[in-house]
């Protein structure tokens, strides 16, 4: 079984300080994680990945996570926020030998940017 | 390059009618999975479609509910005898064949369900 915790329904930030969604994770193997991004009324985007290689990955828009496997997280970050990411957050976790293709998706964490 | 294809984007049916909802996948792209995203309890995985076969249908309601890939056109997620707890927005969503396939989804923009 997989699942995807995403603790916190909403994080506040002002705009220009550095932002942090968590996101913790489950998976009976190695998993494959995932970061997307959702604007009121529209669909989700991709925004970057874990496969393997590098704990630091770099996605769009300037944003990054950390894949820390002794605490199973996977926290996107960003070192300056604007007001334009603000929106919904969902991580997503697939096991990566299991055989599924289906990623499992957290609650979703909406992040709100303060002019 | 055009995206993942929803259609409609808003629907609107009254208690006891049928809905329908297509979705086109990207070009290129033989694996579409449903979503359904309800207020305050995220994107909950509903069924997995490959061309002519339902590969993963666990997250499907056993009754009213039913989802199709033919091998000609879109996949199509149908809702008979709709009740209001249906309202939500279903995402449909894509990805390429197994061997080209690195995990992400690309999603279409979603169809919004009212049920009156």
């Known amino acids: 079984a997989q699942s995807v915790a995403q603790p916190e329904d909403q994080v506040n930030v002002a705009e220009g300080n550095p932002l942090t969604v968590k996101c913790t994770y489950s998976v009976s193997g190695n998993p494959y994680l995932f970061w997307y991004v959702q604007y009121p009324n529209r669909g989700l985007q991709f925004l970057l990945k874990y496969i393997t290689g590098d704990n630091l990955v770099k996605g769009s828009y300037g944003f990054e996570a950390e894949f820390n496997k002794s605490q199973t997280s996977f926290h996107l970050k960003k070192p300056s926020a604007l007001v334009s990411d603000s929106a919904l957050y969902f991580c997503a976790v697939r096991d990566r030998g299991g055989g599924s293709y289906i990623p499992t998706f957290g609650r979703g964490t909406s992040l709100i940017v303060h002019p | 390059n055009a995206g993942v294809m929803q259609n409609p984007r808003h629907l609107v049916r009254r208690r006891g009618q049928e809905a329908r909802l297509r979705c086109s996948p990207m070009k290129g792209h033989s694996h579409v999975y449903w979503y359904r995203q309800l207020p305050e309890e995220g994107l909950k995985f509903m069924v997995y479609?490959?061309?002519?076969?339902?590969?993963?249908e666990s997250g499907m309601p056993k009754e009213r509910f039913s989802a199709e890939f033919p091998k000609e056109g879109p996949s199509i997620l149908r809702i008979q005898q709709v009740v209001r707890g249906d309202s939500a927005a279903y995402f449909c969503a894509s990805s390429p064949g197994q061997s080209a396939n690195t995990g992400e989804l690309f999603f279409g923009e979603g169809s919004r369900l009212t049920v009156l």
């Open positions: 479609l490959q061309k002519e076969n339902i590969i993963d």
